[in-house]
C-alpha cells in the first residue's frame, strides 16, 4: 500500500507542473543535514546559547539513531522495490543510504520540532514550526525518495529524542559535574553503533545482471557521520562548559560579526579541511573523523575564537567594571 501511496503522489507531481515540485524540492532542501547544522550553529553562536545547545544536542542524538535504525532495517529505496517509482531527479541526490527512516525528518523534527515542543516560544511561532516539520516530511513522499513510514517513524522518533534532550538538559542543571559521565556515555554508545554499522551483514540482493541492489557496507557511511557529529558534540559540550563559557548576551553588531566568521569557518572546515581528513584516512575512519572536526568546530572551537577575540566576544568599548561583570555573568 505504501508503494501505491507514492505512485498516486507521483501521478500528481507530473500532472500538477513545476510549481508545487519546486515548492516541496525547498522544503526538502531546509531539512538537509548541512542546513539544519549551519541553522543550529548560528542560533548556538548568535541568539541564544541555552537553546542553541539544546539543539545541538538533539540533532546529534538524532544523527546516530537515524544510522542505527538505518543499518538495523536495511530497506530499500522505493524506486529499488518497485520499477514504477520515477523519484524527482534532484531529490534522488540526497536520497543516500537505506530508506527507513527518513533522516531529512528527523532533521526537521530536530531544528523545527523541537523549537515547536518549548513551551516557551509564542503560540503562532510554534504552530508555524510545527507546519515546517510536516511539510519537510511530506516532501520525500512528495519527490517519491520516502515512503509514509519512513517520514512517519522519522517524525515520531525525531520528536522523541528532542523531548528526551530536554529531560537531560533539566538534570544536568540540577546535577552540573555530570556532563563529563553523559560524554563518556554517549561517546561509548557512538562507538558500539559504529562497531555494529561495521560488523553487521548486509542483505546481498542483486538485479538481473548480478550487481548488488545495495552495497550496505557503503551505506553505512551515513551512521558514520552520525558517530562523528555525536562524539564532536559531546566533547565540545564538555570543553565549552569548563574552559570557555561564552556568553551571547551581545550588541547586534556583534551578533551580525559571529553570524558572518561563524558561517565562513564552517564552509573552510567543510570545503578544506573535511576532505583532506578524508583523503589522509580512508573509511569509516576518515568519515568519522571528518564530521568530528566539523560538530567540534560549532561547538567548541569557535566558541573559543568568540571567547578570545574582541570583536566576536562583544566586549569592546566596556569600562573595567563592566568587563569584570561580564566574566562573573560567564562563570555563573
Known amino acids: 500500500m505504501d508503494i501505491e501511496i507514492l505512485l498516486a503522489l507521483q501521478k500528481f507531481r507530473e500532472g500538477a507542473g513545476a510549481f508545487l515540485t519546486e515548492f516541496f524540492q525547498k522544503m526538502s532542501f531546509i531539512g538537509e543535514m548541512s542546513v539544519v547544522l549551519i541553522i543550529i550553529g548560528e542560533i548556538y553562536w548568535c541568539v541564544s546559547k541555552e537553546f542553541g545547545n539544546y539543539l545541538l544536542m538533539g540533532w546529534s542524538g538524532n544523527r546516530i539513531v537515524n544510522g542505527l535504525l538505518k543499518v538495523t532495517v536495511c530497506a530499500y529505496r522505493p524506486w ?6 520515477a523519484p524527482h531527479h534532484e531529490a534522488m541526490i540526497t536520497a543516500t543510504g537505506y530508506s527507513f527512516p527518513s533522516g531529512h525528518s528527523m532533521n526537521g523534527a530536530s531544528l523545527y ?11 503562532a511561532l510554534r504552530i508555524f514550526l510545527g507546519l515546517i516539520v510536516v511539510l519537510i516530511a511530506f516532501s520525500r513522499n512528495f519527490l517519491g525518495v520516502h515512503t509514509p513510514q519512513d517520514i512517519l517513524v522519522g517524525t515520531a522518533t525525531g520528536l522523541l529524542v528532542m523531548w528526551l534532550t530536554g529531560r537531560l538538559l533539566k538534570w544536568i542543571e540540577t546535577h552540573p559535574e555530570k556532563d563529563i559521565p553523559v560524554m563518556i556515555i554517549g561517546i561509548a554508545i557512538a562507538v558500539a553503533v559504529a562497531v555494529f554499522a561495521a560488523i553487521k551483514g548486509y542483505p546481498e540482493d542483486k538485479d538481473a545482471a548480478g550487481k548488488l541492489l545495495v552495497d550496505g557496507k557503503k551505506m553505512a557511511n551515513d551512521t558514520y557521520k552520525g558517530v562523528g557529529w555525536v562524539i564532536g558534540y559531546l566533547v565540545g559540550w564538555v570543553l565549552e562548559r569548563r574552559f570557555i563559557g561564552f556568553s551571547t548576551d551581545v550588541p547586534m553588531v556583534t551578533r551580525v560579526t559571529r553570524f558572518v566568521t561563524g558561517i565562513l569557518g564552517f564552509y573552510a572546515v567543510t570545503l578544506i579541511f573535511v576532505p583532506l581528513i578524508k583523503g589522509w584516512i580512508p573509511g569509516a575512519a576518515g568519515t568519522i573523523s571528518s564530521c ?9 572551537l569557535f566558541p573559543w575564537c568568540i571567547k578570545h577575540c574582541t570583536v566576536l566576544h562583544g566586549d569592546h568599548g566596556l569600562t573595567a567594571k563592566q568587563d569584570g561583570e561580564e566574566k562573573n555573568h560567564d562563570k555563573r
Not at 80 to 85: A, N, T, V
Open 292 to 300: 568530528f572536526l566539523q560538530m567540534f568546530y560549532v561547538s567548541f
Open 80 to 85: 529499488i522495490r518497485d520499477p514504477r517509482m
Open 113 to 123: 520540532g523541537g523549537a515547536a515542543i518549548r513551551k516557551e516560544l509564542p503560540r
